[in-house]
């Protein structure tokens, strides 16, 4: 196992920090909201994958650099510091890793080229109410035809290709599709999403089942752990930064003992939980037995994690955090949604204690 | 290299094949089965004494400390493949030892040559045992503020004081001792001395804690004299050597007293009832769910500082998050068994509760001083928010 990254990740994730930072700060998110984008950003989403960030876990034969799940990690980290909206999860990481693992071959050679070029955005549809429930899943599918219905899918109002989850099968929608009505969600945090429909709708089968539904949704799982540490990291960055420089009683507030202990601690947690993200990533790019156990334990200290961060950061910075005028309103958003997709600390808390047996 | 150290490997692995006793290579059984060493030290088991006597020859007690002060004189990475060795074997440390974790390392750092000459040896070798005289009645976490006087009598020092929450002091062969030697000034008026606890006028109380067991003791001094070559470091220069120590400490400390034989999981199992394969309780299942999850991005977090320290990385400040992140855990667990062992883990002694069971109760009380000893987690949290995080408290 390892933490640390090597040069070639080293490099992707500071070609990512450099060009979110620039090119995609919170403002631009900000602006994308105002303008009632809902998420929507084609000009973004198309210099992102020309840096080759569309393409990160696809294998050079399919048009990507076949670098694996910690670079893909690096990147999802630094975009999640930005809040940087684009389908880069849902896409790069959700779309692609079902196609690996349930991709027929020429379902492979089909999409992955063009998900990885940025030219297709991919998402995965999984829950059909409000809570995650991958297992209870009602869907039909007879004489290839979809019947039935799917939930708040991330990115599903842009997405061109829909891998759909039924309960012990996976299928291909694309969304021009006869039969597929999608309404698109106007989200807290100005992602935007998807409720969607299967009226008869065709759809291509895939490999697998609900095995291999649980592997793909472990590597979301550990990959949105990722892009959470960042949020939670810049949240709890911004917020330090703040007690060195609001003056009250004629001192800096982070000189206060009470304040120092919650920023401690705050620190402390964001360690423990990226350490976790670290090793969860490289679990998959080791593509060790035990990736279930990482991801849920991935995944729940990062909602933990950046939940505690995102409503420190409000309370910390006082009257001015909660105008919408200061972004910590749009980190405390991000992370509420972030922490619901893919189950939250509930849900993985639930799982890791079946799969340690108790 | 990678030659060099399969070499070394296999040698070891022969080495110890060899010279590990069989009763060292099953697991402890209780704190009781823990080797201190020292002058008067009585072991219950003679193959815990060749065992030690053979790392101790080797240098292997302290793998990594030069060998011409009898440590092992080993690489980081021959030491990895060592501690490796000995974890396949199962084989148990061969010394518990405060020389080791605390005084060595800065007797390294700052003692002159006759000094680590005289000491470090016999800390490998386990003949002397160590205590640490830090705190006082009026110094505990404003630690500095400390008291026991050292006045320079021409040729010799002379110690007047009292401390307390010295480690095992009625055990102990010698004591490092922070002494005031200049009364004007705080923290510039502290020196760091070694002091022999059979000097005349040392006297030691053992301190009865809420567990019933008795790790601690006040320390008195009473018009000790002892040589002047005895102050490591230079006068008024203690407190460096001090701080440095801590963190020696800090990073050793990892939650003494708990009943590890039992897993929280397998004793809630036993008491609360499972159906169906998991818990009755759900809301407690829940929370030991959390609590391993906490437990194993604790271990993560530890392994990816010894990566990155291994790396170069300076990870030093980040022993005080671990000692408040490693006493939490710790208090964590042993309140999850308390509770999972209902009133299984409310015994004190006698016939009616098992052995196991009485662990329990007395690890848990024992744990209460995890975020006490060692710095309080209220002074290890001042110093991540003031030495990592760059929080002052005026500006």
């Given at each position: 196992?390892?933490?640390?990254?090597?040069?070639?990740?080293?490099?992707?994730?500071?070609?990512?920090?450099?060009?979110?930072?620039?090119?995609?700060?919170?403002?631009?998110?900000?602006?994308?909201?105002?303008?009632?984008?809902?998420?929507?950003?084609?000009?973004?989403?198309?210099?992102?994958?020309?840096?080759?960030?569309?393409?990160?876990?696809?294998?050079?034969?399919?048009?990507?650099?076949?670098?694996?799940?910690?670079?893909?990690?690096?990147?999802?980290?630094?975009?999640?510091?930005?809040?940087?909206?684009?389908?880069?999860?849902?896409?790069?990481?959700?779309?692609?890793?079902?196609?690996?693992?349930?991709?027929?071959?020429?379902?492979?050679?089909?999409?992955?080229?063009?998900?990885?070029?940025?030219?297709?955005?991919?998402?995965?549809?999984?829950?059909?109410?409000?809570?995650?429930?991958?297992g209870k899943s009602k869907l039909k599918f007879e004489g290839g035809k979809l019947t039935g219905a799917k939930q708040y899918v991330a990115d599903g109002h842009i997405a061109d290709l829909i891998i759909v989850a039924g309960a012990d099968a996976l299928y291909l929608v694309k969304a021009d599709a006869a039969g597929l009505k999608r309404r698109e969600l106007v989200t807290a945090d100005s992602r935007g999403a998807a409720d969607m429909k299967f009226e008869g709708t065709p759809a291509e089968k895939m490999n697998g089942g609900a095995d291999t539904i649980d592997a793909i949704l472990d590597r979301a799982r550990i990959g949105l752990a990722a892009e959470m540490v960042g949020s939670a990291s810049e949240a709890f960055e911004i917020t330090s930064e703040y007690l060195k420089t609001r003056r009250q009683f004629g001192q800096v507030i982070g000189g206060f003992q009470a304040l120092q202990h919650r920023a401690a601690k705050l620190f402390t947690d964001l360690e423990l939980t990226r350490s976790c993200v670290l090793a969860a990533l490289d679990a998959v790019d080791r593509n060790a037995n035990d990736i279930a156990e990482y991801a849920s334990l991935a995944k729940a200290r990062a909602s933990e994690t950046v939940h505690l961060a995102s409503n420190e950061m409000v309370q910390l910075h006082g009257g001015i955090g909660m105008t919408d005028v200061h972004d910590a309103g749009l980190y405390l958003k991000r992370a509420r949604a972030t922490e619901a997709l893919y189950g939250g600390a509930s849900f993985h808390r639930d799982r890791y204690a079946s799969l340690l047996g108790f | 290299?990678?030659?060099?150290?399969?070499?070394?490997?296999?040698?070891?692995?022969?080495?110890?094949?060899?010279?590990?006793?069989?009763?060292?290579?099953?697991?402890?059984?209780?704190?009781?089965?823990?080797?201190?060493?020292?002058?008067?030290?009585?072991?219950?088991?003679?193959?815990?004494?060749?065992?030690?006597?053979?790392?101790?020859?080797?240098?292997?007690?302290?793998?990594?400390?030069?060998?011409?002060?009898?440590?092992?004189?080993?690489?980081?990475?021959?030491?990895?493949?060592?501690?490796?060795?000995?974890?396949?074997?199962?084989?148990?440390?061969?010394?518990?030892?405060?020389?080791?974790?605390?005084?060595?390392?800065?007797?390294?750092?700052?003692?002159?040559?006759?000094?680590?000459?005289?000491?470090?040896?016999?800390?490998?070798?386990?003949?002397?045992?160590?205590?640490?005289?830090?705190?006082?009645?009026?110094?505990?976490?404003?630690?500095?503020?400390?008291?026991?006087?050292?006045?320079?009598?021409?040729?010799?020092?002379?110690?007047?004081?009292?401390?307390?929450?010295?480690?095992?002091?009625?055990?102990?062969?010698?004591?490092?001792?922070?002494?005031?030697?200049?009364?004007?000034?705080?923290?510039?008026?502290?020196?760091?001395?070694?002091?022999?606890?059979?000097?005349?006028?040392?006297?030691?109380?053992?301190?009865?804690?809420?567990?019933?067991?008795?790790?601690?003791?006040?320390?008195?001094?009473?018009?000790?004299?002892?040589?002047?070559?005895?102050?490591?470091?230079?006068?008024?220069?203690?407190?460096?050597?001090?701080?440095?120590?801590?963190?020696?400490?800090?990073?050793?400390?990892?939650?003494?007293?708990?009943?590890?034989?039992?897993?929280?999981v397998d004793l809630a199992k036993k008491h609360v009832g499972v159906e169906g394969g998991t818990l009755e309780d759900r809301d407690l299942r829940a929370r030991i769910a959390a609590h391993k999850m906490t437990e194993r991005a604790?271990?993560?977090?530890?392994?990816?500082?010894?990566?990155?320290?291994?790396?170069?990385?300076?990870?030093?400040?980040?022993?005080?998050?671990?000692?408040?992140?490693?006493?939490?855990?710790?208090?964590?667990?042993?309140?999850?068994?308390?509770?999972?062992?209902?009133?299984?883990?409310?015994?004190?002694s006698g016939e009616g509760f098992s052995a196991d069971d009485i662990a329990t109760t007395r690890g848990w009380l024992r744990s209460k001083g995890n975020s006490i000893e060692g710095g309080t987690t209220e002074i290890n949290l001042n110093v991540v928010a003031k030495r990592v995080l760059g929080l002052r408290d005026t500006q």
């Open positions: 196992m390892t933490f640390t990254l090597n040069d070639d990740q080293r490099m992707l994730k500071d070609t990512a920090r450099d060009f979110f930072r620039e090119q995609a700060p919170v403002t631009r998110l900000r602006k994308q909201r105002d303008e009632k984008k809902n998420g929507r950003d084609p000009d973004l989403w198309r210099e992102i994958a020309g840096l080759g960030l569309a393409g990160v876990i696809i294998p050079e034969e399919f048009g990507g650099a076949g670098l694996g799940y910690v670079a893909l990690g690096a990147v999802l980290e630094e975009s999640g510091r930005t809040l940087v909206a684009s389908p880069l999860h849902s896409s790069a990481l959700a779309g692609a890793s079902a196609l690996l693992l349930a991709g027929t071959d020429a379902q492979k050679q089909e999409w992955l080229p063009k998900i990885a070029s940025g030219e297709v955005v991919a998402t995965f549809a999984i829950d059909e109410g409000a809570h995650h429930a991958p | 290299m990678t030659n060099d150290l399969e070499a070394f490997r296999a040698e070891t692995r022969a080495w110890l094949e060899e010279n590990c006793p069989p009763s060292m290579r099953t697991p402890m059984t209780g704190e009781d089965d823990a080797v201190w060493g020292g002058r008067n030290y009585e072991f219950k088991n003679p193959e815990a004494k060749l065992w030690l006597d053979r790392m101790g020859a080797k240098g292997w007690t302290a793998p990594t400390w030069p060998a011409a002060y009898g440590g092992g004189g080993l690489s980081a990475d021959e030491n990895r493949v060592l501690q490796s060795e000995l974890k396949k074997i199962g084989a148990r440390p061969p010394l518990f030892s405060f020389g080791i974790w605390m005084l060595g390392p800065v007797l390294l750092e700052y003692a002159n040559e006759e000094q680590k000459k005289e000491h470090l040896p016999k800390i490998v070798r386990g003949e002397i045992r160590w205590c640490q005289g830090y705190s006082e009645p009026g110094a505990g976490s404003d630690l500095a503020g400390l008291q026991t006087k050292c006045e320079d009598k021409g040729d010799h020092w002379l110690i007047n004081g009292q401390k307390v929450w010295t480690s095992y002091a009625n055990y102990a062969d010698w004591c490092f001792c922070l002494v005031r030697t200049d009364t004007s000034v705080k923290h510039e008026g502290i020196s760091f001395v070694l002091i022999d606890m059979t000097t005349q006028g040392v006297e030691t109380r053992p301190i009865k804690l809420i567990s019933g067991s008795s790790p601690f003791c006040e320390t008195f001094f009473t018009d000790v004299a002892i040589p002047k070559h005895q102050m490591v470091g230079r006068l008024n220069g203690g407190w460096e050597i001090a701080k440095r120590l801590l963190m020696y400490e800090r990073t050793n400390i990892s939650g003494f007293g708990s009943n590890t034989r039992v897993d929280v604790y271990a993560l977090s530890v392994q990816r500082a010894t990566e990155e320290a291994r790396a170069g990385g300076n990870v030093s400040h980040m022993a005080s998050m671990f000692k408040v992140a490693g006493a939490t855990l710790n208090q964590d667990r042993c309140e999850l068994m308390v509770e999972a062992a209902g009133n299984r883990a409310l015994g004190w």
